[in-house]
């Protein structure tokens, strides 16, 4: 028994790469039978295929197992899917007639390149289910590009590669439940996943390649950008990723920005773990956020710094690798700076300077305007000049740490200053420096106790 189809040929399409093709994508569109399938080819296309779904139907569009190419010749997107899903994911909400003409639509097996300026690739807008699979986006402007509001999106198996703006856009959009996973998304100037203001909950970064995304010519980059600074974003992991870039102005490889100091509540409630987070100006770049979970990383040349944290509450660090292997080549400072952060928690670190630092830092973890901070159980290894600084800062615990001096500019493993109060240094392995053990200031509101001197 056989099965219908809509090949785009059946259209009029000619798949040279050469003649216009677009027609024939919206006749195949618009006039099959939702089952759009372009064989092997190159389709030029000179402005979108917009395909309303609650006019058409359900759709599939298919490039044949990855042997059709889709070049996009126009301003905007090759594929702009537009539905009309006003409210949440809960059953209650749905229409009717979502169910029955605009769920799940798919794009797979795919290559969509842009040959204009102001090309994207795929545009999703009031979508239900989504699901884009196998499907390779290069040299345009967008990759895929979220607006507006959807739900329920699966992004897996891509290749978003080479884009001159972002890889994967989630633009003011109102949007819960999206995964993105199994996918390379490298080498796009504008970041490789960037979530722009909006509502969006749920969000899954899982076991992807995110590399190289970063601009030499722009002020800032980020593979990984969360920017909540008109916006929420809130209740997602960052999982099993490789996340690497190279150094470039104000670049990140993770960066949360929330609205700022007296507003940490904008972007947070997100678990960073088991990720390879590497080469960057910064890290891991957290900014007025709020219930940040970072377990499990191998975190390795942070040209600056290792983490940077501003007006941060609730961050939890716990058993992450700070280091570079020495075979590698370069300079990485790898500092920790944690500016007006409350409730902080890092316990079971290992951070080891193996490399010439590329920038001077005042030590190896500062902490200026702290409060509630614990450090436990963490190795501060091969310390350039000192290992903690504490300016500022209220309720501060120190326990069962190691702080070893790297050679002969190391000062001192513990420095607080006289505006520090209410600290606890307790049971920690500790290396004199050439200012002593510890710089504590004239103080009575310092308890130290059970520390053993490393020689």
């Given at each position: 028994?056989?099965f219908a189809m809509?090949?785009?040929?059946?259209?009029?399409?000619?798949?040279?790469g050469?003649?216009?093709?677009t027609?024939?994508?919206?006749?195949?569109?618009?006039?099959?039978?939702?089952?759009v399938?372009?064989?092997?080819?190159?389709?030029?296309i000179?402005?979108p295929v917009?395909?309303?779904?609650?006019k058409?139907?359900r759709?599939?569009i298919?490039?044949?197992?990855?042997?059709?190419?889709?070049i996009m010749a126009g301003?905007?997107?090759?594929l702009?899917?537009?539905?009309?899903?006003?409210k949440?994911?809960?059953?209650?909400?749905?229409a009717?007639?979502?169910?029955?003409?605009e769920r799940?639509?798919?794009?797979?097996d795919l290559e969509?390149?842009?040959?204009?300026?102001n090309?994207?690739g795929?545009?999703?807008?009031?979508?239900m289910?989504?699901?884009?699979?196998?499907?390779?986006?290069?040299?345009?402007r967008?990759?895929?590009?979220?607006v507006?509001?959807?739900?329920?999106?699966?992004?897996?198996?891509?290749h978003i590669?080479?884009?001159?703006?972002?890889?994967i856009?989630?633009?003011?959009?109102?949007?819960?439940?999206?995964?993105?996973?199994?996918s390379h998304?490298s080498?796009?100037?504008?970041?490789?996943?960037v979530?722009?203001?909006?509502?969006v909950?749920?969000?899954?970064?899982?076991?992807?390649?995110?590399?190289?995304?970063?601009?030499?010519k722009?002020?800032?980059?980020?593979?990984?950008?969360?920017?909540?600074?008109?916006?929420?974003i809130?209740e997602?992991t960052?999982?099993?990723?490789?996340?690497?870039?190279?150094?470039?102005?104000?670049?990140?490889?993770?960066?949360l920005?929330?609205v700022?100091k007296?507003?940490?509540?904008?972007?947070g409630?997100?678990?960073?773990?088991?990720n390879?987070?590497?080469?960057?100006e910064t890290?891991l770049?957290?900014d007025?956020?709020r219930?940040?979970?970072?377990?499990g990383?191998?975190?390795?040349?942070?040209?600056?710094?290792a983490?940077?944290?501003?007006d941060?509450e609730h961050?939890?660090?716990?058993?992450?690798?700070?280091?570079?292997?020495p075979?590698?080549?370069g300079?990485?400072?790898?500092?920790f700076?944690?500016?007006?952060?409350?409730?902080?928690?890092?316990?079971?670190?290992?951070?080891?300077?193996?490399?010439?630092?590329?920038?001077p830092a005042?030590?190896?973890?500062t902490f200026?305007?702290?409060?509630?901070?614990?450090?436990?159980?963490c190795?501060l290894?091969?310390v350039?000049r000192?290992g903690?600084?504490?300016?500022?800062?209220?309720?501060?615990?120190v326990?069962?740490?190691?702080i070893?001096?790297?050679?002969?500019?190391?000062?001192?493993?513990?420095?607080?200053?006289?505006g520090?109060?209410?600290?606890?240094?307790v049971?920690?392995f500790?290396?004199?420096?050439?200012s002593?053990?510890?710089?504590?200031g004239?103080?009575?509101d310092?308890?130290?106790?059970?520390?053993?001197?490393?020689?």
């Open positions: 028994m056989g809509s090949s785009i040929r059946d259209f009029g399409a000619k798949g040279d050469k003649a216009d093709d027609e024939a994508l919206v006749h195949a569109v618009e006039q099959g039978d939702g089952e399938v372009l064989p092997r080819g190159d389709y030029r000179t402005r917009v395909v309303p779904l609650e058409f139907g759709l599939s298919s490039g044949s197992g990855g042997t059709a190419k889709l301003v905007g997107p090759a702009h899917l537009v539905g009309t899903h006003k949440t994911a809960a059953p209650q909400d749905f009717e007639g979502v169910w029955q003409k799940l639509p798919t794009v797979t969509i390149v842009g040959d204009h300026e090309a994207d795929i545009r999703l807008d009031g979508v289910q989504p699901t884009l699979r196998g499907v390779l986006i290069r040299k345009c967008h990759g895929i590009h979220l507006n509001r959807n739900r329920n999106v699966l992004i897996a198996d891509c590669y080479h884009n001159r703006g972002v890889g856009f989630l633009d003011h959009v109102n949007l819960h439940q999206t995964n993105i996973h199994g998304i080498y796009n100037l504008q970041g490789g996943i979530v722009r203001n909006g509502e909950r749920n969000l899954h970064i899982c076991s992807n390649d995110i590399e190289y995304n970063y601009d030499l722009a002020n800032d980059s980020a593979d990984i950008w969360l920017d909540a600074r008109k916006g929420t809130r997602g960052i999982v099993g990723n490789t996340i690497q870039a190279k150094i470039s102005p104000g670049g990140a490889n993770v960066r920005t929330g700022g007296e507003n940490p509540n904008a972007v409630m997100f678990s960073i773990s088991g390879l987070i590497g080469s960057q890290n770049h957290l007025a956020c219930g940040i979970t970072i377990s990383n191998a975190v390795y040349h942070g040209e600056k710094f983490v940077r944290a501003k941060c961050l939890v660090f716990s058993g992450n690798s700070h280091d570079h292997n075979d590698y080549k300079k990485s400072t790898d500092a700076l944690f500016e007006n952060c409350r409730r902080l928690q890092l316990t079971g670190l290992i951070v080891q300077h193996t490399h010439a630092e590329g920038e005042e030590s190896t973890m200026a305007g702290c409060s509630f901070t614990s450090l436990a159980a190795q290894l091969d350039r000192k903690l600084r504490f300016r500022d800062c209220s309720v501060v615990r326990a069962e740490c190691t070893r001096g790297g050679g002969d500019n190391f000062d001192e493993p513990i420095g607080v200053n006289e520090t109060r209410d600290v606890m240094i049971n920690n500790l290396s004199v420096g050439k002593g053990r510890l710089s504590l004239r103080r009575n310092v308890r130290i106790d059970g520390n053993m001197l490393l020689l």
